[in-house]
């Protein structure tokens, strides 16, 4: 019914999109997730990255990546989940990644804002993980919320990382975009970007090339312009793609065909998976 009132931005039958970053395991997505699934695939939205927070969540991806050709996995302890993040609890996360759908170790980072696990915890998990990630060789997942100095700190200091990485939902400027390039981080670009507000976003689109950027839709958060407010999904990336066509003045087309090539390159992907 929305999706009349708002039709979605249409890729060629040359472009596809990779979702990086969504949580497909979550309550919001039970009831219909076949239909989220296909809907995407539909609308061009090929392959989907699903992201552990935690043992049960990287489970759970590993899970639907084994039930759908069309979605690979991510491991790791989000900032929030630190304290349970035992040295049993990373063993059992590395014996995961031997699965052949993992891609990436994270979603991991730190978050000043929220502050569910006491900052000298997330600290030192963050650490430990990159860490185990680099032994893993796994690209790694961060997040990052207003704890831009001790991430790259950290980056820094237990880097380099050579399966690379990406600042996932970034919310960051343009001088630290600047700085995770520079290390071999891609810039991953969230709804947050079809937001009027969202000034300095802008400026590092615009500012970045696209060889440097992925999307996401942090789903089922974050949801783009114009369901801001409602439950994120796959297809509605659509948007985020469009309104960086519009920054960065190319095609959706173009901008479909880079960030899947750099998700692609980052990841190891596949170059091609079945549609169904």
């Known amino acids: 019914m929305q999706q ?3 039709p979605l931005p249409k890729l060629s039958d040359q472009a596809d999109l990779i979702d990086t ?3 497909l395991d979550m309550g919001a997505y039970q009831p219909d997730l076949e239909d989220i699934i296909q809907s995407a695939l539909q609308h061009g939205i090929k392959r989907i990255v699903t992201i552990g927070i935690d043992y049960p969540s990287s489970k759970e991806a590993v899970d639907l990546s084994d039930h759908y050709p069309n979605i690979f996995a991510t491991i790791g302890f989000h900032p929030h989940a630190a304290h349970q993040a035992t040295s049993s609890a990373l063993k059992m996360l590395a014996d995961l990644a031997s699965h052949r759908s993992v891609v990436g170790y994270g979603e991991i980072g730190l978050d000043y804002v929220k502050n569910y696990a006491p900052r000298d ?3 030192k998990i963050f650490s430990e993980q990159l860490h185990l990630a680099k032994d893993l060789g796994l690209p790694v997942v961060i997040h990052d919320r207003e704890a831009h100095d001790d991430v790259c700190h950290l980056i820094q200091s237990i880097g380099p990382f050579p399966q690379g990485g ?3 939902c970034f919310s960051g400027d343009r001088q630290l975009a600047e700085e995770m390039i ?3 981080f891609y810039i991953s670009i969230p709804g947050v970007a079809t937001f009027t507000n969202a000034h300095t976003l802008h400026e ?3 500012a970045t090339d696209l060889r440097h950027l992925l999307l996401e839709t942090d789903g089922p958060y974050l949801a783009p312009v114009p369901f801001r407010g409602k439950r994120n999904e796959p ?3 659509l948007y985020t793609a469009q309104k960086v066509a519009e920054l960065k003045q190319v095609s959706l087309d173009e901008v479909a065909q880079m960030t899947t090539a ?3 390159r980052l990841f190891q992907l596949p170059e091609n998976t079945h549609d169904s």
């Open 166 to 168: 990406v600042m996932h």
């Open 4 to 6: 009349q009132t708002f």
């Open 262 to 264: 750099n998700a692609v």
């Open 182 to 184: 520079d290390m071999g």
């Open 235 to 237: 297809k509605l990336m």
């Open 121 to 123: 915890v997330q600290l």
């Open 21 to 23: 970053h969504c949580h």
């Open 204 to 206: 590092v689109i615009r």
